[in-house]
């Protein structure tokens, strides 16, 4: 199993806790990290650094540990989207896993077909896809990063039947691909 799907596990995780809590809409006193935010905190990073881009408040320390010479901070942020949220993994200090599920707030616009479907294959990059699909068709609703790697989920809709795809990108290219009820 590669370091990507090991990454996309707790994105996943965080995108079903999401799912199940109430809409960011529905506070509206609550600190929140925003997309832009998000892309400003870069990896290599500090937790200073960090807090001083996101809300104040908005990013909170879920876990730590201090063992064997390493030190390791888990933070929890809330989104400014409905179910949406980011982490952020320091380890001695500096940022090395970065991860949001829909941040970006973006839905499908629901164009997608079988036929486009089958022509994104596996290896296929992120703008081939968006040329394939259409523009609007799919859109990411995870993404995670770290020193080397990158990953992020697209999701793509068919309104008039209710089908859906997901394409698991690492290092912008397809690894992973699904779907369910396309025409």
Partial sequence: MSRMHLLA???????????????????????????????????????????SIADSGACKLKSRDDSGGVSYRHYECKGNKAYS?????????????????????????GK????????IKVGSTISQMH??????????????HTRTDSMSIYDCEQ?????AASFFFEN????????AGLR
Avoid: W
């Avoid at 509206?28 to 990896?43: F, M």
């Fill in 9 to 51: 596990a707790p994105v996943l995780a965080a995108g079903l806790a999401f799912v199940a809590a109430p809409s960011a809409s529905a506070a509206t006193t609550t600190a929140t990290i925003s997309k832009a935010e998000y892309d400003l905190i870069k990896i290599g990073t500090t937790t200073s650094k960090m807090h």
């Fill in 85 to 109: 949220s980011a982490s952020f993994d320091f380890v001695n200090g500096k940022l090395e896993i970065k991860s949001q599920v829909f941040l970006d707030g973006l839905t499908s616009n």
């Fill in 112 to 119: 997608m077909t079988k036929t486009k479907y089958s022509k």
């Fill in 131 to 144: 040329e394939i699909a259409g523009k609007g068709t799919c859109v990411r609703v995870a993404q995670s």
């Fill in 159 to 163: 309104a008039s039947t209710f089908g």
């Fill in 172 to 179: 912008g290219k397809v690894t992973m691909r699904n779907q």
